[in-house]
């Protein structure tokens, strides 16, 4: 890192990290991003219940490895398959619609909810021209935003250069209240010529349009550092046998193989994405992305540009997972190297070094927990549990993933091969375990209702919320007061409850609208709002409401802020069943 740079942000950091990174807080929360937030935290701040009882749901297509579902605040889920479909349930798994991307384009990461509820979807094909010998492989990509209804807004090619580009790593994206989402993806560019390939960084406008294209490294064919890895398997192709082995088992001991607990050696791993986070009342973000191989870089996006501001480069190990930011400012990220020797790093963008947890190998992100803890699920069935720079402890796990594991308030759920697992964070007990067969490829996810999600052999498993909840949108169907809650959950049985006042978990006053307009928003848009509000409590009926226009701070459910110096926030909402 350029010492300047460091010396820097040893000195801006801890101020900054004392308005904390930019993190979800109660009912604000959404799992809008494959990793739940910008940060890649995979924690989502709500209660749930262990994972039993589940409602599947089949037919929905196949799923490229890591491609879990992102949900919208209201608890409408989304999902990409390798068909080319974009599809959306309602939390309970019901279907709502789908629609499609370009003819032969497959959707092999997760798509993302941007601030107005649109879903972007990144779509990639391979072109093979086999007339000539050795056959023609190119690539091809495109970014396609849909409306929360099922509407192609529009779609975007990726920059072309050399057989690119090739986009298999999910998108994330840079949210701002009051100004344009930004989508950012990390893309790769092979060269059949040199036998390696760039990775590029591509930020396109809420409109489509691409704002720029940066090279974030170049790697070509040759032998560099002390690693005996062959290099075709540090690509954007990598399989599991080329950094587990097919008798991979560093833990030690003796033991009897199930092949359903095992995954298959020719899986084509998750391609890492990149992190992005604003720390406080700071305006640009901290754009954090690796080249899958010896490079680490961070970038900020000044006008519409981005600019670097340290690189770490290291030729003896490669990156592995897509980086997770800590909340003071510390990423974490998995390594090995070519005798499949794991560490993990702590990386910027804070300046002060800690040294790497050497043994651990992973090749998933890792996940915050509610006490600030990271929980990395290893390859070699385990699970690591970090406090701070120290690892605290490890957990077996009984079989392999290559997954990160999703964390609510009071849970940890893991994705492996043969089953999905409910773990007690203080105690690391098993609260529930349901057998499967093909998991462990496809990360689970949180709703904002509490419900869990996970998948095996393209099968979507939903697990139940803990408490009675309504299916159904934060704009829910305006003049209709009732809401169906979820089978088999128990009914609320206070009658009624009056809101005074009421606010947001994070303290803020509730804001009427649904948009992020400043003026009258209209009594059926507060209706709405109000509605969701009581769906939230575990009502299942709006009963009576009123709003009032104040000059104080106010926020949507799920924590956009009111842009103007007078809101319209509620007086009172009062809910039944």
């Known amino acids: 890192m350029n010492p300047k740079l460091r010396a820097a942000l040893r000195a801006s950091l801890p101020a900054a990290l004392a308005l904390a990174l930019t993190l979800p807080s109660g009912g604000a929360f959404a799992w809008e991003r494959p990793h739940a937030d910008g940060a890649n935290s995979g924690f989502a701040d709500v209660a749930t219940q262990a994972a039993q009882r589940p409602r599947t749901v089949p037919g929905i297509g196949s799923f490229a490895p890591g491609s879990g579902p992102v949900m919208a605040p209201d608890g409408t889920v989304y999902l990409g398959n390798r068909e080319g479909q974009l599809i959306a349930l309602q939390a309970d798994g019901t279907e709502r619609w789908r629609a499609a991307i370009s003819p032969g384009f497959a959707i092999v990461a997760s798509p993302i909810v941007g601030s107005d509820g649109s879903i972007y979807a990144v779509g990639t094909r391979t072109v093979k021209n086999s007339q000539v010998s050795p ?6 990509s495109s970014l396609y935003k849909f409306t929360p209804a099922g509407q192609l807004a529009w779609q975007t090619r990726f920059p072309n250069g050399f057989d690119g580009p090739l986009a298999n790593a999910a998108p994330n994206i840079w949210k701002i209240p009051g100004e344009s989402d ?5 893309v790769d560019y092979p060269n059949r010529l040199t036998g390696g390939y760039d990775t590029n960084l591509v930020a396109f406008s809420s409109l489509g349009a691409v704002l720029h294209n940066v090279k974030v490294k170049t790697m070509v064919q040759q032998v560099t550092g002390s690693s005996d890895m062959p290099l075709w398997c540090a690509t954007p192709f990598t399989i599991l046998s080329c950094l587990l082995g097919s008798d ?66 290291d030729e003896s190990r490669y990156l592995t997972s897509t980086p997770v930011v800590q909340p003071d400012g510390h990423t974490l990220i998995a390594a090995t190297d070519g005798d499949g020797k794991g560490k993990l790093l702590f990386l910027g963008p804070n300046g002060v070094t800690w040294p790497p947890i050497k043994g651990p190998v992973a090749l998933a992100p890792a996940t915050r927990l509610a006490d600030g803890r990271m929980a990395v699920v290893e390859s070699n069935r385990r699970l690591s549990i970090l406090n701070g ?12 993933s290559v997954v990160a594991a999703a964390a609510s308030r009071n849970h940890l759920f893991v994705s492996t091969a043969g089953s999905f697992l409910t773990f007690d964070p203080a105690t690391w007990q098993i609260l529930a375990e349901i057998s499967w067969v093909g998991g462990g490829t496809v990360t689970p996810a949180i709703g904002p209702l509490g419900h869990v999600y996970g998948m095996a052999s393209n099968v979507l498993f939903v697990f139940p919320p803990p408490a009675p909840t309504t299916i159904g949108p934060l704009v829910a169907n305006p003049g209709v007061d009732s809401v169906n809650t979820d089978p088999g959950q128990p009914a609320v049985t206070q009658a009624r409850q009056r809101f005074n006042a009421p606010t947001t978990p994070a303290g803020q006053r509730l804001f009427a609208c649904e948009g992020l307009e400043d003026g009258d928003c209209g009594k059926s848009a507060s209706k709405s709002v109000a509605r969701a509000f009581c769906q939230g409590k575990g009502f299942n009926k709006l009963e009576k409401f009123d709003t009032e226009k104040r000059k104080v701070a106010a926020a949507r459910l799920d924590g956009q802020l009111c842009p103007g110096s007078r809101c319209k926030v509620f007086d009172e909402i009062t809910c039944a069943n």
């Open 135 to 140: 056959p023609l492989i190119r690539y091809d």
């Open 389 to 400: 720079k120290n690892l605290e402890r490890q957990v077996p796990l009984p079989g392999q």
């Open 248 to 313: 991979f088992n560093p833990s030690g001991g003796d033991y009897v193989e199930d092949p359903a607990t095992q995954l298959p050696e020719d899986l084509a791993l998750p391609r890492p994405g990149a992190a992005i986070v604003r720390y406080g009342s700071t305006i640009e973000p901290f754009i954090l992305v690796s080249n899958q191989h010896q490079d680490f870089v961070g970038y900020s996006f000044p006008s519409g540009q981005f600019r670097e501001l340290f690189r770490v480069h």
């Open 182 to 186: 930004v989508v950012m993806v990390p």
